[in-house]
């Protein structure tokens, strides 16, 4: 098995150890940086993402893997950088003003991150003009508004509304997700897409950056 594709294994297992001194000893034998991160941590993750999407692996599986992840980024970023290595692009991600729940949106940026995105996680509670100035200054590509209330969901509207008011609408594209919505809802506010599950929110994510 070539050195690559036990990054991928290592990072299936979870094996943060093995990723880690994998990464260092394809770094030390010039192994093409892109196919490190593609072939090897991003591919780890994707197969990752469909185990616990059908319920073959759960959520402390799926932290090892991404704590794997993290320990390979760490190695890999600084040549990404200098070999200009496109990613796949930035998301801004947060619990909408009065919600103070984020299990679910930290499940969402870990598994973001796994496949290749840039995560700018706000936290919870945060305000719309901070989801859009950060998302406009940062030039990202999605915004990604979770809430857990039924009463702090009009917050997200209130999201969609700024954007639009600011003319970032054919720049900057809305995801939606938390347990009281549906994808009625996000029709009604104007938002593009909406995630059942983390899972689904990354395939709905790479959908709207048209990433593979």
Known sequence: M????QIEAGLERGDHDAVRALVRLAI?????????LEQGLVAGMNVVGE???SHQIFLPEVLLSARAMTAGMELLKPLL????VPGRGKIVLGSVWGDLHD????L???????????????GHDVPPERFVETAERESARVLGLSALLTTTMTGMGQVVELVERRGL??????IVGGAPLSEAFAREIGADAYGFDAANAVERVK????AS
Not at 2 to 5: E, H, Q, R, T, W
Not at 28 to 36: F, L, Y
């Open 81 to 84: 950088v200098r070999d200009a």
């Open 51 to 53: 185990r616990f999407r």
């Open 169 to 174: 609408r054919d720049r900057i594209r809305i």
């Open 28 to 36: 030390d034998r010039r192994v093409d940086t892109a196919s490190i």
């Open 108 to 122: 969402v940026g870990i598994m973001l991150r796994g496949a290749g995105f840039e995560v700018l996680d706000l």
């Open 2 to 5: 070539d050195i690559v594709k």
């Open 207 to 210: 959908a709207l950056t048209g």
């Open 103 to 106: 299990i679910g949106k930290n």
